[in-house]
């Protein structure tokens, strides 16, 4: 079957269009959520193209050996994530992250990825997050102000600031101060020398000399 887009000769791959233009139809949001909803199998397949067995070249093979979804809620993953997508290894589970009624997919799919890279980078959740913010009022850490960064339109999260040395969470940055802390690689005598720099060129502290620098340490 063709696309149903006037003059396409490709093959119509998902609700009756090609791979393209429903992608373009996506994101235009002419595609509803439930037409969207169910074509993870598609996805999943066309995305693991290199990483699949050879008889799943053909989707129709595929949507077979998998079967429908068990319902709502459910994500096709493989059971050993070392090996190829196969019969053997993938199964239907439950999605740890259930879509928000009001949520568009784009916004499920920032939220699911957010809490992701929380757990995977820092072992912490969206939740422990969130209580770091909300102690911290909603501010930097160390400078006390609201992070500055936009994105479009889009006010950046604050940073999660850690130790490189422990993996410990320490709190929550904004990018410009999490930035300047890598750039003196988390050296207390760099930042206090640099302190006293800033000092003395404003005029409030005499140059101190190098015995000085010997007594106080």
Known sequence: MKCMIEGCDREAKVRGWCKPHYVREWKRENVSIEAREGNEMYNTWANKKHKRVTEWNSFERFKADVGASPGPGYRLCRKDTKAIWGPDNVEWRVVELPKRGDETLKEY????S?????????????EQYDAMLK???GACAICKRPERMFIGSTRTRLAVDHSHKTGKVR??????????LGAFGEDPERIRKAIEYIRLHRGEVHEISQGEHQHAD
Request: aromatic share 4%; glycine share 10%; with cysteine.
């Open 109 to 112: 799919g920032n939220r699911a």
């Open 171 to 180: 709190g929550l940055l904004c990018s410009t101060c999490n930035t300047a």
């Open 135 to 137: 102690a911290q009022n």
């Open 114 to 126: 957010r809490k992701a890279n929380l757990r995977r980078k820092y072992g912490i959740t969206d």
